[in-house]
């Protein structure tokens, strides 16, 4: 295969629950682009959900794009080594074409519920059960499809404390399911934001596959792309705890009085740090929810 044939090249990796948040920023520091965090499920069966194994490690990818000379990714071992990134067995390289991409996806994505949510691959058909809400989704290699702990957390969140015609930032945005999501509970716009320029098209394409483009602004770029669109009613912030806790002032600022913050992606071990971050911005946190390790603050302004 020749390099023109590559579309990515994946590197995958496994580390301990509290080495989560540390690896993923380490990788995202050396890729310049996001890491999708994989945490250890095991499927139960075709539409019945999954279980959590807490004493497995996390699997973490991260993609590089075109071929990765054997170079290359000698020197990413030697920058994980040097950092001290415990890493738990080898790294596992592999190579995607363009073409391929989908395919690829495709074998690990099925239904998801979420409370009345539905997440729907695009290429399945669905029929809704009374009282269901149906999101049409296909990820790509952006974050966000319904499978993840965190994720699950913020849609069930917002189903318990989003109303009617609130306006809504989804800081973070990745495959833009969160934000889908906020519209088909009925919220009035949504503002998208992501610094990854893939997460943005990843959004911008979801949108349109659910109709949604006309209350959905997707933007590439992190809580400065707001401008002056804020306060919002609602912010979801499903992205780790070091930028939740150097973004909680910022954040606190585009929250109208009364209005809520879902802060998501948060390891077990980082929770402390998060928590006096968010309180520090003056905000006053009324749930903790958790799913194995990973933890998803309910806070109001």
């Known amino acids: ?37 994989e945490p250890p499920i095991e499927a139960l069966g075709p539409d019945e959900g999954y279980t959590l194994d807490e004493t497995a490690p996390a699997r973490l990818i991260a993609y590089f794009e075109g ?97 009617p015609g609130d306006t809504v930032l989804d800081l973070g945005s990745g495959s833009g399911i969160l934000a889908i999501a906020a519209i088909a509970l009925g919220a009035s716009s949504v503002l998208a934001t992501d610094t990854e320029e893939m997460a943005v098209k990843a959004s911008i394409d979801n949108t349109a596959l659910n109709a949604m483009q006309d209350r959905i602004m997707v ?25 939740i806790t150097s973004l909680a002032d910022s954040m606190a600022k585009e929250m109208k009085p009364g209005g809520w913050l879902f802060a998501g992606g948060v390891i077990a071990e980082r929770e402390a740090n998060a928590r006096a971050a968010l309180e520090a911005a003056g905000l006053r946190i009324e749930r903790v929810m958790q799913e194995g390790d990973w933890r998803t603050f309910v806070v109001q302004k």
């Open 1 to 37: 295969m020749t390099d023109n044939e590559f579309g990515w090249t994946e590197l995958s990796l496994r580390v301990w629950p509290e080495a989560v948040d540390d690896v993923a920023d380490l990788l995202q520091e050396i890729t310049g682009r996001g890491v999708t965090i």
């Open 67 to 163: 071929a990765l000379p054997e170079s290359r990714r000698k020197d990413v071992r030697r920058q994980l080594d040097d950092a001290g990134a415990p890493v738990e067995g080898d790294l596992a390289w592999g190579t995607i074409r363009e073409e391929d991409w989908a395919e690829t996806w495709k074998q690990y994505y099925d239904i998801e519920r979420v409370g009345k949510l539905v997440v729907r691959p695009a290429w399945r058909d669905y029929t809704l059960a009374p009282g269901e809400v149906v999101i049409s989704l296909d990820p790509g290699i952006a974050f966000g499809t319904g499978q993840h702990p965190t994720t699950r957390m913020c849609m069930q969140a917002a189903q318990d404390y989003m109303q």
């Open 219 to 243: 933007r590439e770029g992190s809580i400065e792309a707001v401008g002056d669109d804020g306060p919002f009613d609602l912010i979801f912030a499903n992205i780790n705890a070091a930028a």
